[in-house]
């Protein structure tokens, strides 16, 4: 592949777009590209997030912050993510170009790989951005990764993308396999949403919440608002709200659910395949988010294997 001697910004990175034009998903980390620039803006992200990891972040989490042994002044060497995770969970950090497809992504937590975006976003725009980054991956998703209770739980989730392939193989008109499909996969994406990225958990002899989702514990602003506003309804986890709540990605959450531990989310990932196979997924609410037609295809084209 040629070499490029700009960064490795999002939507900036030339080494990346290159990669998709010859349809690489899975690449190799580019160390020497990332830029001054690029390694600025993780020092100052992973700065102003320190303060706010400690006072609203889930004990496990800070621990996995510890055991990556994470240089606040540099991006990470995935390697080096993977030399401290792996040993813990078996979990690693895998570099991909950008989008994958939603079966591919799920099936990859049940082999333990963790697709992990390389570009990280410009330091002029550190606040908010639409699709993930290094920042949002590596110190947002992979410090719970190095937890087993919680590295157990994604592994069950990727077991049931591998359920829902079965269901969808078992469908033989096209019209309703799409469907059905689509209400599926708008299921598991809304309860990945409300768990994985934007958890929270309630800490015994504590009172209020802590947060677990990657998409709070990589966002300076959201992850005191999902914590202390008033604005935000918090409930305990129920199976039957989450799979038909729709959710906007573009502006803070105004509904969390809580989950009372790691063991207990791994349950409800377990009552989450029951009721797939029960066919309780198949009529799920419409709304956000829209399945893309690669996200669909993914699992259809799966199941033809």
Known sequence: MTAFSAGLTTTQAAFVEEAR???????????ELYSAENHEAWRELFARMTDRWQRYANPRFLQGI????????????????NRFMAPRTGFKAKAVSGYVPAFLFFDSLRKR??????TIRDALQLDYLPEPDIF??????????TDPA???ALVRFGEC?????????????PDEQIRRTVSITKAMARFFWFTIEFGLMRIPGETGVKAYGSGLLSSYGELKHSIESPDVQRFPLQLEWV?????EIDHYQPLLFTVDSFE????????LEAWMKAGKLNNVSPGEPMMSEGDIRSFIDASAV
């Open 113 to 118: 790989e963790f697709p992990t975006t390389i």
């Open 21 to 31: 034009s010859h349809g690489e998903l899975y690449i190799e980390q580019p160390y």
């Open 66 to 81: 510890d055991t990556l042994c994470l240089d606040p002044n540099a991006v990470p060497r995935l390697e080096d993510v």
């Open 161 to 173: 993308a591998r359920t829902a392939v079965d269901i969808v193989r078992s469908i033989t008109d």
């Open 136 to 145: 949002h991956d590596i110190a947002g998703h992979v410090p719970m990764h």
């Open 264 to 271: 207990h989310l791994f349950e409800m990932v377990g009552e």
């Open 243 to 247: 799979i038909n709540q729709y959710f």
């Open 150 to 152: 919680f590295a157990d």
